[in-house]
């Protein structure tokens, strides 16, 4: 005899699945395969020295804080240097406006805890990333998406989806933004909307939570300032991450926001995980107290701009004048939209057997549409797997081009 | 004008206090005050030396894989070295049996997140541990509490329970049980009361979650085999952690049960933090490599053995006649029981006013009762401050003490 285990899960945990991007992973163990599917930055960019350093001056002088347990807010000194760091851009913060979590994933679950009760309404981008939507789905939140143009998200639209869903009775929370070099879309929101959702989260009384991870990895323009910066009423919650601009292995991002909020968070947090690793925080802070975080943000930016230019010459070369892609200033990320009868779920097959990987695009699309198109990472693959990948691709999406 | 955060949360975020360990854990920054109220493992206990040269090793020969993402399930060969340490208490399992969390906490998170639904019932212990009442109550799920003698949870009293709540219509979905050494009542379950529960666990269709911080810190006396070893048809859930063996600043522990179960767990265990830190689980793994966790762990129960006879030949000198505390064979903690008429929160102000803190036992009650006892931790301070600590806890109580 063994046990039934469905008619145990909690009504939320049995309707969630599998991600996609983790079935596909599980695909892409093969190492002929050629990835463009992970966001996983390149190792070169992880200061490994320094960190190595930092850690044994951590063991030789705070062991005994490093290996104990710690408080739920997170480390204050690694809280001010973040505050530090974000003030050179107009995020203004004090201590209590800030906690570390377990890197960015958990601050969107934390989100989710905090706002979303079953039926409650979060609004996202078309498309948004999945692990976003994944961390709100499994609060119960029903995710309601606005497309974006080249400016970001569709004001207008916003506007009436808000204003029907007030005549719906409908309860929303937040809308949900990763405002530069969207993943996976790579647009960044133009100041005008900035101002103009700030508007509209006014008018209808809803917070926003701006997802910001790829702020920093600007190749090339002016940076427009963040949602968080322009807004005064407290009404938006910031998310960053050590994940982009140090390494993701310290697990280490942070919420900025309202006070009240953020205590909330933390009672949250505190039932979830206790603590985020002080070791972690430690060498994380002392890494940024060293004054090197700028500078390796610096050369970053320069190994992510080469592969992005790889990325965009390699797709004008070997995709099909019927494709179209996104041409991101930043980020990690190129979305490629193919002619609406290729489905980028099915090819997916085909393409493992041509040994190149990339993540289909509608888990990414809240209404489930966005079939003919794909996400390809230009993050940790190697220029020539880059142009080898494309090229790989292009010949796959070339056979299901109807003449 | 600034937003009013309260209407915005979530029904069951509204719900969340900070916990009584917290506020209290605030009140004890105070140099002057000896704390028995933490549950932190002493730092003497951490192999500081091992784990900064392992460190080294990993930042030289592991650097890119130790600083990037890494699976949700954990490192296989971490999951394997466990699995090899619970074999030899006869705890069985393959690979896809376990998951790595960030912590044990994020384990009860976890469970709660997978069974519970709001209004799903959880049976636990009178009283049980803090913060897994706080993970459970998170996801909305009603706890009924039995009561423990010198054996553990009283099984007539919790088939009864079982029997009404069936009558009653409520789902009931697990039995939440430390099994050793229980925190904070200190009580191991008898084998006898083993096999019972899950005789009854059986015959009621529930699950079993049996958590096991403390197994392996035993101070004298014969083991007994876990639930979880006793069980053959996967309605057992098992939970265990580096943090009492090892130490805690790693936020390393598992999850060890039936495979779907764990399956399941790993998909919500994506959505709320992708991956737990891989560099701390390298060092876990080449620390269990390296053979001396058993080694570590023998000497750290003669480290606590020394600081339990401390605290209970201190309880005898300096507690007034009127009160009783158990004697436990292992773990962190006693619980002392006062006369009916103190109440330990109340009485709370006054332990600070003499520079002793403990935690109040009423929280740990899932019933709310229990409003004379504390739970008094020898793990973290001195041998010194344990006894000094219950030198003056006792002055206060004498004095509450009626004739």
């Known amino acids: 005899m063994s046990i039934n285990t469905k008619e145990f899960y909690s009504i939320l945990a049995s309707k969630m699945e599998a991600s996609a991007i983790r079935e596909i992973l599980k695909l892409v163990q093969n190492p002929e395969v050629i990835s463009l599917a992970g966001g996983m930055p390149d190792p070169i960019t992880f200061p490994v020295e320094e960190i190595k350093e930092i850690s044994q001056n951590i063991f030789n002088k705070k062991s005994a804080q490093a290996l104990q347990y710690s408080n739920t807010e997170g480390l204050p000194e690694l809280r001010r240097c973040i505050l530090d760091h974000l003030a050179k851009d107009g995020n203004n913060g004090e201590l209590e406006n800030i906690i570390i979590s377990s890197g960015s994933q958990q601050g969107l679950d934390l989100v989710g805890k905090t706002f979303l009760s ?29 497309p974006m143009d080249d400016e970001g998200m569709q004001m207008d639209i916003l506007e009436e989806k808000l204003t029907q869903l007030k005549n719906e009775g409908k309860k929303v929370k937040f809308i949900y933004t990763i405002s530069n070099f969207q993943n996976p879309a790579g647009v960044t ?26 702020e920093k990895l600007r190749f090339e323009g002016e940076p427009t300032p963040s949602i968080y910066s322009l807004e005064k009423n407290g009404s938006v919650i910031s998310l960053g991450t050590f994940s982009k601009i140090l390494c993701p292995g310290l697990r280490l991002a942070w919420i900025l926001g309202n006070k009240e909020i953020i205590r909330k968070i933390a009672i949250l947090k505190q039932a979830t995980d206790l603590c985020t690793s002080i070791l972690s925080q430690l060498i994380a802070c002392e890494y940024c107290q060293s004054g090197k975080l700028e500078e390796n943000i610096k050369s970053n930016v320069q190994i992510y701009k080469k592969k992005r230019d790889t990325m965009l010459n390699a797709l004008e070369k070997y995709f099909p004048k019927e494709t179209v892609w996104t041409k991101p200033q930043g980020g990690f990320f190129v979305v490629a939209t193919l002619p609406e009868y290729i489905d980028t779920g099915e090819m997916f097959k085909e393409a493992i057997e041509e040994n190149v990987a990339y993540v289909p695009g509608a888990p990414f699309f809240a209404d489930r549409k966005g079939q003919n198109t794909m996400r390809l990472s230009f993050c940790f693959p190697s220029a020539e797997d880059i142009d080898e990948g494309i090229k790989r691709l292009g010949k796959v999406i070339k056979k299901r081009i109807k003449n």
């Open 118 to 146: 079953p039926g409650d309404v979060a609004i996202v981008e078309l498309p948004s990333y999945l692990a976003a939507l994944n961390a709100f789905y499994s609060y119960g939140g029903e995710l309601v998406g606005i």
């Open 189 to 214: 929101m133009s100041l005008a909307r900035r101002k103009k959702i700030i508007e509209i989260a006014h008018k209808f009384n809803v917070f926003i939570v701006e997802d910001n991870p790829y």
